[in-house]
């Protein structure tokens, strides 16, 4: 195995961030690190202390991936004084939001709904060992398929990659991606509320996945995804009182209360929240 070199990663937890629901491909190995793909990049990586150890020749990619410049201190300090939200902090620190490759993590999002962790984890394997190219020397990790390569693929042979329901938008997704009906790139230069629309034109995508595109991919941490944990942790925390507030207004609120680093509270509350449940039952995505 190539020897690993070090960086610096203050404030920072790999296995929490690997584990907290936002990318579903990293794999654990003999080492005590994980192994896995930035973009079409192998890496091995693991941590002692506030140094990571990372393949040689991928310290920058990683240092920009895994968000190692986001300043923390700075980010926790904008968040409410809010004890539910503090706890929340407390028990994720560490927790960093990645930068992610647009079309991955569209398509794995997409892919999520209504799964466990595991669940999405071996479909995404699936997914990348049935159309994705694979890696020499790094088996069994693959490159996640472009969408050219998938928008050639049947809804059936998507099905037996276990996707069920979800093998139909995958499908029609990336066609209109492949096609040019909506291109991922242009997004970057609109604002938030034309690139969430934009992102919602795509088959199966709604505000939820096109939020998680937004913060997990395109960087917009202010970015606020509304699941079944998230919905929940609202309604608890801050409505008690009010029952019937719709899913509009609990959007509106979450972008007034949270700021703009809203999208790192809502990594926090939805990570604080699913974990907490795991001794019940199995965790979902976003």
């Known amino acids: 195995m190539t020897k690993l070199v070090p960086i610096s990663a203050p404030h920072f937890d790999l296995q929490r961030t690997l584990d907290s629901g936002q990318v579903f491909h990293w794999l654990p190995d003999a080492a005590g690190g994980y192994q896995g793909l930035i973009g ?11 140094q990571l150890w990372v393949t040689p020749g991928t310290e920058v990619l990683a240092a920009r991936y895994f968000a190692l410049d986001h300043e923390m201190d700075a980010i926790c300090a904008s968040f409410p004084a809010d004890p539910g939200l503090s706890e929340a902090a407390t ?13 991955e993590c ?4 997409l892919t999520s709904a209504m799964k466990q962790v595991i669940h999405i984890r071996q479909m995404s394997l699936a997914v990348r060992q049935r159309f994705g190219r694979r890696v020499p020397g790094w088996e069994p990790l693959a490159i996640y ?4 390569r998938l928008a050639c693929a ?6 037996e990659c276990g996707l ?4 139909k938008n995958l499908l029609g997704t990336a066609r209109s991606v492949a096609e040019g ?10 604002d938030d509320n034309a690139a969430l629309a934009e992102l919602c034109r795509l088959p199966g995508v709604g505000p939820k996945i096109a939020n998680c595109a937004l913060l997990f991919a395109y960087e917009r941490l202010g970015a606020f995804p509304i699941d079944v944990w998230i919905e929940r942790v609202l309604r608890k925390n801050y409505f008690l009182r009010k029952p019937n507030v719709t899913p509009k207004q609990l ?13 790192y509270a809502q990594q926090y509350l939805f990570h604080h929240a699913r974990t907490e449940k795991k001794k019940v039952k199995g965790s979902s995505s976003h």
């Open 40 to 50: 079409e990049t192998p890496v091995r990586i693991k941590q002692t202390g506030d």
């Open 164 to 167: 069920g329901f979800r093998a």
């Open 91 to 103: 028990f994720c620190h560490g927790v960093r939001i990645l930068r992610q490759p647009l079309w």
């Open 145 to 148: 398929p472009e969408p050219e």
């Open 106 to 109: 569209v398509a794995t999002f």
């Open 251 to 263: 959007q509106e609120f979450a972008a007034r209360h949270f700021g703009p680093y809203g999208g």
């Open 154 to 159: 049947t809804e059936t042979e998507l099905r």
């Open 181 to 190: 009906v909506v291109n991922l790139e242009a997004i970057r230069a609109m």
